[in-house]
């Protein structure tokens, strides 16, 4: 045999997607928000899937007759994922993403247009100032649509 081990491998991938999923959550990584503002909230769940995964047969062992419970946890973080992805709950967006999707779309256009066109956007979501100053200077730049 090779050596290859698939619970270790099931592990690092669970462990690539909780990093991911945190340094999202962290700000530390923030280019992915403005190429899909739904795409990072699914990842911790997912992550942990693999994870789980990885040590399914000592879990069912553990659990004896409650072995199907397995399943359930499967099916809980499965639905957390989804949902994670598909529409994320207000309290998984860090604070500087809520504060930008309450703004109007016009101003949320316009920042958008502003990180697509190469702007160092990333200077002006570092501190809450920061993003308080983009936004100002976001709604000033738009001429606000008419009803």
Do not use: C
Request: aromatic residues 16%; glycine residues 10%.
């Amino acid at each position: 045999m090779s050596g290859f081990s698939l619970p270790i491998l099931l592990q690092l991938f669970g462990a690539l997607f909780i990093v991911m999923g945190l340094a999202g959550h962290l700000g530390l990584y923030k280019a992915w928000y403005w190429n899909s503002p739904t795409r990072i909230y699914g990842y911790i769940p997912f992550g942990l899937i693999f994870i789980v995964s990885s040590f399914e047969a000592e879990i069912r062992t553990q659990l004896g007759q409650l072995g199907w419970l397995v399943i359930a946890i499967y099916v809980v973080l499965f639905g957390l994922g989804i949902w994670g992805f598909v529409k994320p709950p207000l309290f998984l967006k860090p604070g500087w993403i809520r504060l930008i999707e309450t703004q109007p779309k016009y101003v949320y256009d316009v920042m958008k247009q502003d990180v697509k066109s190469g702007i160092n956007w990333r200077a002006r979501v570092a501190s809450p100032e920061a993003l308080a100053e983009w936004i100002k200077v976001s709604r000033r730049r738009t001429v606000k649509p008419t009803k």
